[in-house]
Nanobody, 123 residues
Framework: QVHLVESGGGLVQAGDSLRLSCVLS????????MGWFRQAPEKEREFVAA????????HYEDYAKGRFFISKDNAKNTLYLQMNNLKVEDTAVYYC????????????????WGQGTQVTVSS
């Protein structure tokens, strides 16, 4: 059974950077497309970024382009999200997800989800 555990969240100020990590166990991350999603208070969960099985292709939501960077180290079974120039509106719980047949913006395409890590950006 695949298990995903996120880490790296915290409380930062606007303009700061954070790097989130997501470790996959119970399988090999090279067998999965993976993505990051986030859910702000009282909002639906939304797509942030995704990366293909061997990290040759990435997708980003418009608000993430140029500030957020997704990467993957299959040797470590770890997915990353580097977030730069954070804004108050980036405050959310960030989730990683893994899909054996898919990577992209659609939540239904992913088979496994982590529990999330809280990112809070203060002004």
């Amino acid at each position: 059974q695949v298990h995903l555990v996120e880490s790296g969240g915290g409380l930062v100020q606007a303009g700061d950077s954070l790097r989130l990590s997501c470790v996959l166990s119970g399988g090999s991350s090279s067998s999965y497309g993976m993505g990051w999603f986030r859910q702000a208070p009282e909002k639906e969960r939304e797509f942030v970024a995704a990366i293909s099985w061997i990290a040759e292709s990435t997708h980003y939501e418009d608000y993430a382009k140029g500030r957020f960077f997704i990467s993957k180290d299959n040797a470590k079974n770890t997915l990353y999200l580097q977030m730069n120039n954070l804004k108050v509106e980036d405050t959310a719980v960030y989730y990683c997800a893994a899909g054996s047949q898919y990577f992209g913006h659609a939540q239904y395409g992913y088979d496994y989800w982590g529990q999330g890590t809280q990112v809070t950006v203060s002004s």
